[in-house]
């Protein structure tokens, strides 16, 4: 229950990021840690995990807006 409420925050706050790039109180850009980055990339990893799929989803929306810094999250989590 508890991780499925976390990726619900995850996805909103990426689509509220999004949705006005050119309001003045929206950078354009996705407003998440690291951390958070890998705790995503962590669920998509394992295959049996049931969130795997919207994780996936997740990081690909992600990457459409913050490719630099979803790429740096990866390579600093390999």
Same mark, same amino acid.
């Given at each position: 229950?508890?991780?499925?409420?976390?990726?619900?925050?995850? /996805?909103?706050?990426?689509?509220?990021?999004?949705?006005?790039? +050119?309001?003045?109180?929206?950078?354009?850009?996705?407003? &998440?840690? @690291?951390?958070?980055? /890998?705790?995503?990339?962590?669920?998509?990893?394992?295959?049996? +995990?049931?969130?795997?799929?919207?994780?996936?989803?997740? &990081?690909? @929306?992600?990457?459409?807006?913050?490719?630099?810094?979803?790429?740096?999250?990866?390579?600093?989590?390999?």
């Amino acid at each position: 229950m508890e991780k499925e409420q976390v990726i619900k925050l995850i /996805r909103t706050i990426v689509e509220l990021s999004t949705i006005r790039p +050119d309001s003045p109180e929206s950078s354009g850009s996705v407003q &998440l840690s @690291e951390a958070v980055v /890998r705790s995503v990339i962590a669920v998509a990893e394992h295959a049996e +995990d049931p969130f795997r799929l919207v994780c996936i989803q997740t &990081l690909t @929306e992600i990457r459409a807006f913050y490719l630099t810094f979803i790429l740096n999250t990866f390579l600093a989590f390999q």
